[in-house]
């Protein structure tokens, strides 16, 4: 089983900046893809962006631009660094991950969350 941390949430003014990080642990060999979903009040759970076991990187149009994902490998942490962030960016944040390689389809498995919410 894999065990995914999120830490770094918060409450942040529009155009501000916060860093999420999440650690795996348990066994993560098995992990190959990871990412980030967020859910907003009343909303569906949607994809942020994710990231190759190599460094590649998918965005969601939202946020491209302003958010970046990054990983490191010998730590088993995967970030989302949040830019210029808006209202609308108000979510709980989860850490994915997936056993395949490219982040494709529904995640294998799934953080427990973390509120981020920016006041206008």
């Known amino acids: 089983q894999v065990r995914l941390v999120e830490s770094g949430g918060g409450l942040v003014q529009a155009g501000g900046s916060l860093r999420l990080s999440c650690a795996a642990s348990?066994?993560?060999?098995?992990?190959?893809?990871m990412g980030w979903y967020h859910q907003a009040p009343g909303k569906q759970r949607e994809l942020v962006a994710t990231?190759?076991?190599?460094?590649?990187?998918k965005y969601a149009d939202s946020v491209k631009g302003r958010f970046t994902i990054s990983r490191d490998n010998a730590k088993n942490t995967v970030y989302l660094q949040m830019n210029s962030l808006k209202p609308e960016d108000t979510a709980v944040y989860y850490c994915?991950?997936?056993?395949?390689?490219?982040?494709?389809?529904?995640?294998?498995?799934w953080g427990q969350g973390t509120q981020v919410t920016v006041s206008s």
């Open positions: 994915t991950a997936y056993k395949g390689m490219y982040g494709l389809g529904p995640p294998d498995y």
């Open positions: 348990g066994s993560i060999f098995s992990i190959n893809a």
């Open positions: 990231i190759t076991g190599g460094g590649t990187t």
